[in-house]
């Protein structure tokens, strides 16, 4: 895949800590956006609701969906086995070409493939507003995000199509075969 395939996504977590992630990108739309964050590195696996969802060597499908409150990853273990889908809740991306940005506010949300929802990482959202890392409209804003997504997960409405649709094997084989070499994952793209 040629480099420009590429996109640098800065995702900041106040206070201060950024990190930069590079993800090939499959599948470039208005509505959606679709990399492929390629065999991720863990200091430990990561674990919810006592199961390994993410661990060194795992490939993550990611969904972000401009003028989105939270993004979508596809999870999987490092042999490829799905664990579940994961949102972050965070401001809307910017994206301006090949480098976007946004900024997590900590509340996620967890969807294992044979479970119901689970609200993740109020602890962390509860500090961040008592230091004032996010303003009153921002957490009102994560607040509702969050329990749109729960309340349309629990109702089987989350995660949306294009998410269940685009799986890791899907993901590989458009990069492997891509239709037309002239855009990532071929076809009608913007």
């Not at 995702?11 to 990399?35: A, C, E, G, S």
């Not at 995660?159 to 037309?180: F, G, H, I, N």
Request: proline content about 7%; cysteine-free; charged content about 30%.
């Amino acid at each position: 895949m040629r480099e420009d395939h590429r996109v640098d996504i800065h995702y900041r977590r106040p206070p201060d800590r950024v990190q930069i992630f590079h993800q090939r990108l499959v599948l470039d739309r208005n509505d959606v956006k679709v990399t492929l964050a390629e065999s991720m590195e863990a200091s430990a696996p990561m674990r919810i609701e006592g199961r390994v969802a993410m661990e060194t060597g795992s490939d993550l499908v990611w969904f972000t969906f401009p003028g989105s409150w939270h993004d979508i990853g596809r999870f999987h273990l490092a042999d490829g086995t799905f664990t579940g889908y994961y949102a972050n809740v965070l401001t809307p991306p910017v994206i301006d070409g090949r480098t976007w940005h946004t900024t997590d506010l900590y509340l996620d949300v967890w969807l294992p493939p044979d479970g119901t929802p689970v609200l993740l990482d109020e602890d962390e959202f509860d500090l961040a507003i008592g230091k004032e890392w996010i303003d009153q409209e921002t957490t009102r804003r994560a607040r509702e995000e969050a329990e749109l997504i729960m309340e349309q997960a629990r109702a089987g409405a989350w995660p949306p199509p294009v998410a269940r649709e685009w799986t890791l094997e899907r993901v590989r084989k458009e990069l492997d075969d891509p239709s037309d070499s002239r855009s990532p994952g071929g076809g009608t793209r913007v």
